[in-house]
């Protein structure tokens, strides 16, 4: 699985089409063979010192050794993991390689996002992406330096110091160092991998800690609400306990790895020397032979060290990444076709024909749904909420593809043309206006992010809602806050049309949710929305009945199905579930206005239920 995961990297290692950065990373692997060639030669040198102190060289011979020696020290470095002059110039032009990847990583996976469905951003847990990615990239780039210039490195060393054992001194020592590096490589590989459970636990409650914090703290005018505050204090608490019990064990394990490999080092480092030590008195080595065994073995062993830290860490980065390409490997849901054209807008003609939808399986939203909207007409869909009438609206922008029938704008199919050509010509004022935490005036730019100052006020005064950000101190630089918490929900909602006004698009899509608002406002939002719907296609999520009368042609549509269909007038005569409808919100509109006078007689007739006699309102 290692190599897999190693394959999925591999294409962002390699800088492709940046000539530079290529000679880059050719440049640092070769220096990484100097060094390979210095880590010999030190420990030969410092051999050659002490002989030459022992037999009595000249002066000479004995500077020129000891100046080879510390130049060669300078450039591999001093002791334990202090990094020489070649290993700093490697890691320096290496940054920018590291910082090629990182770009690219993160820059696809968060183009990759936006691509995904509706359906899975609805489903998802922010925090959690954030975090994911967040790891994922950071652990891609210590993957790569820790595999290129730890693990390949330190591997060639032990090979390289076994040959030369056996070469120059004898074939035994040779032996003692492959069985200690077998062991140690073995064992730490071993004690790591059964690691690897609990660290994957740690980062779970990890990850459950951070979303609770993020949820509760998202949340904050509920919990206020509900006194929640020790509740939610208590179950945070609970999650960091239960993170801490995992993080316990990966601590502990880890300083039994750490024992377990210093007692394999010791015992390699006693056998060797040892036989070392024998040989010098047996006079068959020099003095100079017993010192170069210990600074190479303690050579080998510095590196080693880190060797199980390292593996830790690319074992780490595994499973950090693992979250990350899962991501990756989210299907697109809604897919442009390969040679998908684009769309020929002509004169803004919708038509579903047969339509049938379901989110998941088995449960029907749209069933066989017909309707035609000619050019510049407004249609307008009503019925009880969950009855489907939000999902058309998706359906037509292609959020979602349907799974029978079709639907064509102009005679084009919409789901074999470009996802951007088609939603280029469509205006979407949604039930709830998201806004970005940013200006007013950006946020209504939004809607063409290429348009002038001047553009965007003009759309603002379209909508209804120039006059109002005037009245703010900063004018069009108010800062809206995040969500657009600032604004109140019609200045929202006039935002939204603002942007659409911008944009201004052949086929508009409105989910109507000025039901919110006080009717004031609402009349006056009306207005700005006829004002951009007049002749345009149209199609209204509505409501409020009374706000449609003059739709071209009205669907009411229950359980997914039109159940009936025409004008305003033609539906009230036929008096079945929309004259119903017109007559309850009729009803409860008078009821508001006269619940007033209403509220003194109240007391008295508290038992009985309200009138519901009076059929023939608003004809």
Not at 138 to 163: E, G
Not at 312 to 325: A, G, H, L, T, V
Not at 550 to 578: C, F, N, P, T
Request: proline share 2%; net charge neutral; hydrophobic share 40%.
């Amino acid at each position: 699985s290692i190599w897999r995961k190693v394959r999925l990297l591999v294409p962002y290692m390699w800088p492709r089409n940046n000539i530079i950065l290529q000679l880059l990373v050719i440049f640092c692997l070769g220096l990484l063979g100097v060094e390979r060639a210095i880590n010999v030669f030190v420990p030969i040198f410092y051999k050659n010192i002490v002989n030459e102190l022992t037999d009595g060289s000249s002066w000479r011979t004995l500077a020129t050794t000891v100046c080879l020696y510390v130049l060669l020290k300078f450039l591999q470095g001093g002791g334990a993991g202090a990094s020489g002059f070649v290993s700093n110039m490697r890691s320096f032009l290496w940054i920018r390689v590291q910082q090629y990847t990182n770009r690219v990583v993160q820059v696809r996976l968060f183009s990759h996002l936006h691509s995904l469905s509706l359906r899975w951003h609805l489903g998802r847990k922010t925090g959690d992406v954030l975090r994911s990615i967040d790891r994922g990239t950071s652990s891609i780039n210590s993957l790569l330096s820790y595999i290129v210039f730890s693990i390949f490195p330190t591997i060639a060393d032990i090979v390289i110091s076994i040959i030369y054992f056996i070469t120059y001194f004898n074939a035994w020592f040779g032996l003692i160092i492959f069985v200690c590096m077998a062991l140690y490589l073995t064992l730490t590989i071993i004690i790591t991998e059964w690691r690897a459970k609990y660290r994957r636990d740690m980062n779970l409650q990890d990850n459950n800690a951070k979303t609770k914090a993020v949820d509760s703290l998202l949340n904050f005018e509920t919990v206020k609400y509900y006194n929640a505050e020790n509740y939610e204090v208590g179950r945070f608490e609970d999650a960091i306990l239960k993170y801490q019990e995992s993080e316990w064990k990966t601590q502990a394990s880890l300083a039994f790895l750490n024992q377990t490999q210093n007692l394999i080092i010791g015992s390699g480092l006693l056998a060797g020397s040892l036989l070392c030590a024998y040989f010098v008195t047996e006079g068959r080595f020099q003095v100079g032979d017993f010192v170069l065994f210990g600074t190479y073995i303690i050579q080998l062993y510095t590196p080693l060290n880190w060797f199980g830290t390292y593996y830790r860490m690319i074992q780490n980065s595994f499973i950090d990444m693992e979250s990350m390409f899962k991501l990756f490997e989210e299907d697109e849901e809604v897919k442009d076709e390969v040679n998908a054209g684009n769309l020929l807008y002509k004169l803004g003609k919708l038509e579903f024909e047969n339509v049938y939808f379901s989110y998941t399986n088995g449960k029907e939203i749209l069933n066989d749904v017909s309707f035609t909207v000619l050019p510049g007409q407004t249609l307008a869909l009503v019925g009880p909420s969950g009855s489907g009438k939000s999902t058309i609206v998706r359906l037509i922008f292609r959020f979602y593809d349907v799974q029978g029938g079709c639907i064509r704008i102009d005679g084009q199919d919409i789901s074999k043309v470009k996802q951007v050509s088609l939603r280029a010509h469509i205006g979407v004022v949604p039930q709830d206006t998201v806004l970005f935490n940013d200006t007013i005036q950006n946020n209504i730019r939004y809607g063409r992010i290429s348009a002038s100052d001047q553009e965007v006020e003009e759309a603002a005064i379209a909508a209804d809602i120039h006059d109002k950000i005037m009245t703010f101190p900063e004018g069009y630089d108010t800062q809206v806050g995040e969500r657009g918490l600032k604004l109140s929900g019609g200045e929202k909602q006039r935002v939204a049309i603002a942007r659409t006004i911008l944009k201004a698009p052949q086929i508009i899509l409105l989910d109507e949710a000025t039901s919110a608002l006080d009717t004031q406002t609402e009349r006056n939002i009306q207005a700005s929305l006829a004002k951009v719907c007049s002749n345009r296609t149209t199609v209204v999520v509505a409501h409020r009945l009374s706000t449609i009368i003059g739709a071209d042609q009205i669907l009411v549509i229950s359980d997914g199905r039109i159940a009936e269909r025409g004008r305003h007038d033609e539906l009230l005569l036929k008096g079945g579930l929309y004259a119903d409808m017109w007559m309850n919100q009729q009803q409860a509109q008078d009821s508001d206005s006269s619940s007033e006078s209403e509220s003194k007689d109240r007391k008295s007739e508290k038992l009985q239920p309200p009138s519901t006699s009076s059929g023939d309102h608003g004809h």
